[in-house]
């Protein structure tokens, strides 16, 4: 570390830790002292992004490689929410940038390798969304033979009652009427409809109690439905948390942070002049963020207050010069 007045005192990290708490010191310092870390760039860069450090670390001086080069900003950020097609694209981009490069194409293989390996883990993604669609399409049909159930029970029994809704039977399996006892997609419906199994099994009309074994049935296969839904989608959450998608994302991450780190290394033996953003100048560009409803709207109301004001401005100065003139004829006006 060189220390003000030109002191010089050897701090040689030995792990990534020790690196990380060096790092860390030398950010916190006021006394612009500059920290030069003797470690293999990927250990240390791995390190860095490990502990979300490395924007601090960099204003801080770090240097890899012991020949004292300051580092500049990190590899590109990738958003979080980044589609598998979003990190494809990027990917292709940067390995062909690199290829075209005769400075850099060696770089290219490692991000082709996880081109080659996108295909797999895009099938698998989209193996577990049709699993989802499919669940959900057997909840439709579930809601639907229900709703079908509802609407005969409801004819039956209004029948029986002679169209009294407040008749006693009818209430019984009608609170309110059976449109609204449909309008939910399962949920509350079933709860209502298990009930009904009960109330079918005891009814002394033989017309209500034949509703009994096809109600049974299709309460099983929205049952089924509903349980398929929550498995659909409790492996396609494992999936992008834990799985295979995010293991693929990971690696994107450090090999474009080993690519970078490694272009950066070389940008160092380049002539004077180059940029100090070379390396980053490699990766795909990130498109600007369109701008939320809210934030137009935001726009369009600070756009209106300060033509509010700009004319409350115009109309006050308009007076003044009125008021100005009013003045200045009158002291025209006045005796001497």
Not at 183 to 211: C, F, I, K, M, N
Not at 303 to 314: G, I, W
Request: hydrophobic fraction near 40%; charged fraction near 30%; include cysteine.
């Amino acid at each position: 570390m060189v220390l003000p007045g030109g002191e010089r005192r050897a701090l040689p990290p030995t792990t990534a830790d020790d690196s990380i708490l060096a790092c860390r010191m030398a950010s916190s310092s006021t006394d612009g002292a500059i920290l030069r870390v003797r470690v293999a760039p990927e250990a240390l860069f791995a390190a860095l992004f490990q502990h979300k450090v490395l924007a601090t670390a960099g204003s801080a001086g770090v240097t890899v490689g012991g020949k004292g080069v300051s580092t500049p900003m990190p590899a590109p950020y990738l958003a979080s929410d980044a589609t598998l097609d979003d990190l494809r694209n990027d990917l292709v981009y940067l390995r062909h940038r690199l290829r075209r490069d005769k400075r850099a194409a060696d770089l290219a293989r490692p991000v082709g390798a996880l081109i080659d390996q996108w295909g797999a883990v895009h099938s698998k993604q989209l193996a577990l969304w049709d699993a989802q669609t499919e669940a959900q399409g057997d909840i439709v049909q579930a809601d639907e033979s229900l709703d079908s159930r509802v609407d005969a029970v409801d004819n039956d029994a209004r029948h029986l009652v002679g169209g009294d809704r407040e008749d006693p039977r009818y209430r019984l399996y009608f609170v309110g009427n059976a449109f609204d006892l449909k309008r939910p997609v399962l949920g509350d419906e079933l709860v209502t409809l298990r009930a009904w199994q009960e109330h079918l099994a005891t009814d002394d009309a033989p017309v209500l109690r034949s509703h009994r074994k096809a109600l049974a049935a299709e309460l099983a296969a929205a049952d089924a439905a509903v349980k398929a839904r929550d498995v659909a989608g409790a492996k396609n959450a494992a999936f992008r948390a834990t799985g295979e998608f995010a293991k693929y994302v990971q690696k994107i991450h450090v090999t474009r942070d080993r690519v970078w780190s490694e272009l950066d290394t070389r940008r160092t033996a380049l002539p004077p002049g180059t940029a100090r953003d070379w390396a980053s100048g490699f990766f795909r560009p990130r498109p600007e963020r369109a701008p939320s409803a809210e934030e137009l709207s935001a726009r369009v109301a600070a756009r209106e207050e300060h033509r509010a004001l700009a004319q409350q401005r115009k109309e006050a100065a308009q007076k003044l010069r009125e008021a100005q003139k009013v003045v200045s004829t009158l002291k025209k006006k006045k005796p001497a």
